[in-house]
């Protein structure tokens, strides 16, 4: 027997393997059961509540929008250099991006000359000098006078004597010397201020040579005339009472009185101060045309503004965002791009959505460190069609550099109230609300927590609803008590 078992060893193994196998299966299989029949022979689950705790809080109703936050109107910067003599090489005063251009910042330094910054629309175009007309001089006008500078009234849209001498002050107050005058004008105005002189000595001298030109008779030769003529009057009446009388001797002493009396009329005629007068009033005519010419030549002396050394920008200050020149470069087309020294928020929103804004809605975005931050909607605008969305800006709360730097460029996702609670209130979701046979509005509010095994009685609480959103919606408690957090049935 020991042989045999020795020789089929392996095979009585594997049989006893196989009787423990079997016995095991036998007993696990009485006593361990499966999970899907488990399920089968259990009995069905007793019924329970679905609620949800009570929220007390600001509640609000949202629109929101995706925005994207950058400065507001970008511009490109081009300058009029067709004035410039020589190359117009890029001197100084280059900006470096961020930098905020202002009225009266020098935006470039080009040929050693400012490009001095002013606000205004109308690009500059061409060099405005004594009597220039048009608009671009209203401009001028008023852009100085935004700086303290009086060149006129704006409304006159000529470019006078007050507007060149406000180029002066400009350039002044810019710490630069004023553009050189037209060739040969400086000469012009010495020549007619020479010419002026010259005609002051004229008139001076004409002057007095009149002064000094005897006029008429002296007093003795118009009283010996008189003398004379007193005398033949005498003669004259003795001869006429004479008796007899002699007519011949009467007619000569008639003729004796009427060449006294001639003689005195023409006394001193022939000295006459007409020659010297008529000096005197050439030498006036003289003098009054060389103040005229000097005028003329002052006035094309006075200071212009060439195209090429005023920027006109609108709503100043801007903000340097990128810069395509530099120094010792010839300028050519674009040299910088500017935009709103603020930064902005630019969304679209839906048709629905756009008519619930307005501008001075308060709206949050979120900053990248997750926290909210406030903004306020500065236009709604509609789009064109009736399908196309509505642009919506928002300037946001003042930002630190270091947050502008991290926002600039990004899309964020804006959060605009179009209806809010004042203050704190308590909400519930709209599951939770049922209507009573009176139509009351109520909510059913479980005593104890199911959650925690406490018994689950319920009771009815009237309520009035207020502001409602997407989410959820205001209960004001009419008939019982309700507070934060109570557990209202939302579901069975």
């Given at each position: 027997?020991?042989?045999?078992?020795?020789?089929?060893?392996?095979?009585?193994i594997?049989?006893?393997?196989?009787?423990?196998?079997?016995?095991?299966?036998?007993?696990?299989?009485?006593?361990?059961?499966?999970?899907?029949?488990?399920?089968?022979?259990?009995?069905?689950?007793?019924?329970?509540?679905?609620?949800?705790?009570?929220?007390?809080?600001?509640?609000?109703?949202?629109?929101?929008?995706?925005?994207?936050?950058?400065?507001?109107?970008?511009?490109?910067?081009?300058?009029?250099?067709?004035?410039?003599?020589?190359?117009?090489?890029?001197?100084?005063?280059?900006?470096?991006?961020?930098?905020?251009?202002?009225?009266?910042?020098i935006?470039?330094?080009?040929?050693?000359?400012?490009?001095?910054?002013?606000?205004?629309?109308?690009?500059?175009?061409?060099?405005?000098?004594?009597?220039?007309?048009?608009?671009?001089?209203?401009?001028?006008?008023?852009?100085?006078?935004?700086?303290?500078?009086?060149?006129?009234?704006?409304?006159?849209?000529v470019?006078?004597?007050?507007?060149?001498?406000?180029?002066?002050?400009?350039?002044?107050?810019?710490?630069y010397?004023?553009?050189?005058?037209?060739?040969?004008?400086?000469?012009?105005?010495?020549?007619?201020?020479?010419?002026?002189?010259m005609?002051?000595?004229?008139?001076?001298?004409?002057?007095?040579?009149?002064?000094?030109?005897?006029?008429?008779?002296?007093?003795?030769?118009?009283?010996?005339?008189?003398?004379?003529?007193?005398?033949?009057?005498?003669?004259?009446?003795?001869?006429q009472?004479?008796?007899?009388?002699?007519?011949?001797?009467?007619?000569?002493?008639v003729?004796?009185?009427?060449?006294?009396?001639?003689r005195?009329?023409?006394?001193?005629?022939?000295?006459?101060?007409?020659?010297?007068?008529?000096?005197?009033?050439?030498?006036?005519?003289?003098?009054?045309?060389?103040?005229?010419?000097?005028?003329?030549?002052?006035?094309?002396?006075?200071?212009?503004?060439?195209?090429?050394?005023?920027?006109?920008?609108?709503?100043?200050?801007?903000?340097?965002?990128?810069?395509?020149?530099?120094?010792?470069?010839?300028?050519?087309?674009?040299?910088?791009?500017?935009?709103?020294?603020?930064?902005?928020?630019?969304?679209?929103?839906?048709?629905?959505?756009?008519?619930?804004?307005?501008?001075g809605?308060?709206?949050?975005?979120?900053?990248?460190?997750?926290?909210?931050?406030?903004?306020?909607?500065?236009?709604?605008?509609?789009?064109?069609?009736?399908?196309?969305?509505?642009?919506?800006?928002?300037?946001?709360?003042?930002?630190?550099?270091?947050?502008?730097?991290?926002?600039?460029?990004?899309?964020?996702?804006?959060?605009?109230?179009?209806?809010?609670?004042?203050?704190?209130?308590?909400?519930?979701?709209?599951?939770?609300?049922?209507?009573?046979?009176?139509?009351?509005?109520?909510?059913?509010?479980?005593?104890?927590?199911p959650?925690?095994?406490?018994?689950?009685?319920?009771?009815?609480?009237?309520v009035?609803?207020?502001?409602?959103t997407?989410?959820?919606?205001?209960?004001?408690?009419?008939?019982?008590?309700?507070?934060?957090?109570?557990?209202?049935?939302?579901?069975?």
């Amino acid at each position: 027997m020991v042989t045999v078992f020795q020789r089929n060893r392996t095979l009585w193994i594997v049989a006893a393997a196989a009787v423990l196998s079997l016995v095991a299966g036998l007993l696990l299989g009485r006593f361990l059961v499966s999970p899907a029949d488990a399920a089968g022979a259990a009995e069905p689950p007793v019924p329970g509540l679905v609620t949800v705790p009570v929220q007390y809080g600001q509640l609000s109703n949202d629109v929101t929008i995706r925005g994207e936050v950058a400065y507001a109107d970008p511009v490109e910067v081009r300058i009029d250099t067709t004035s410039i003599a020589g190359p117009a090489v890029v001197t100084g005063q280059v900006p470096e991006v961020g930098a905020e251009l202002k009225p009266l910042s020098i935006a470039l330094e080009v040929a050693g000359r400012p490009v001095m910054v002013l606000p205004g629309e109308l690009p500059a175009y061409r060099t405005l000098s004594l009597g220039a007309s048009g608009p671009d001089v209203a401009q001028f006008k008023t852009a100085v006078r935004t700086v303290g500078i009086d060149a006129g009234d704006p409304s006159d849209p000529v470019f006078g004597a007050d507007a060149a001498n406000a180029v002066a002050t400009l350039y002044a107050a810019a710490g630069y010397s004023l553009p050189e005058s037209e060739e040969g004008s400086a000469e012009s105005v010495r020549a007619a201020q020479e010419s002026v002189r010259m005609a002051e000595q004229g008139l001076s001298s004409a002057q007095n040579e009149l002064a000094m030109t005897p006029v008429g008779a002296t007093p003795v030769e118009i009283r010996e005339a008189d003398n004379a003529v007193a005398a033949a009057q005498r003669e004259l009446a003795a001869a006429q009472q004479a008796t007899p009388r002699d007519a011949l001797q009467i007619g000569n002493l008639v003729d004796a009185l009427e060449l006294a009396e001639l003689r005195r009329q023409q006394i001193g005629a022939d000295r006459t101060d007409a020659p010297q007068r008529a000096a005197v009033d050439a030498a006036a005519v003289q003098l009054a045309q060389a103040q005229e010419d000097l005028v003329l030549a002052e006035q094309a002396a006075l200071p212009s503004l060439p195209a090429s050394e005023v920027l006109y920008l609108a709503d100043l200050p801007r903000r340097v965002d990128t810069v395509t020149t530099a120094r010792g470069s010839i300028l050519e087309g674009s040299s910088m791009t500017v935009s709103g020294a603020t930064l902005g928020l630019s969304g679209s929103a839906a048709d629905a959505d756009a008519r619930l804004l307005k501008a001075g809605d308060k709206a949050s975005f979120d900053l990248p460190d997750g926290t909210a931050h406030a903004a306020t909607i500065t236009s709604v605008a509609a789009g064109e069609g009736d399908s196309a969305r509505w642009t919506v800006q928002l300037q946001p709360d003042p930002l630190t550099p270091e947050q502008i730097q991290e926002l600039q460029g990004t899309n964020v996702r804006v959060s605009i109230a179009v209806g809010a609670t004042d203050g704190d209130v308590l909400s519930v979701p709209y599951a939770a609300l049922t209507a009573g046979p009176g139509g009351e509005t109520r909510v059913e509010v479980v005593e104890g927590d199911p959650r925690e095994g406490e018994r689950t009685a319920t009771r009815l609480v009237v309520v009035r609803s207020g502001l409602a959103t997407p989410g959820a919606v205001e209960v004001i408690p009419v008939e019982g008590e309700l507070a934060e957090g109570d557990l209202v049935v939302v579901g069975k």
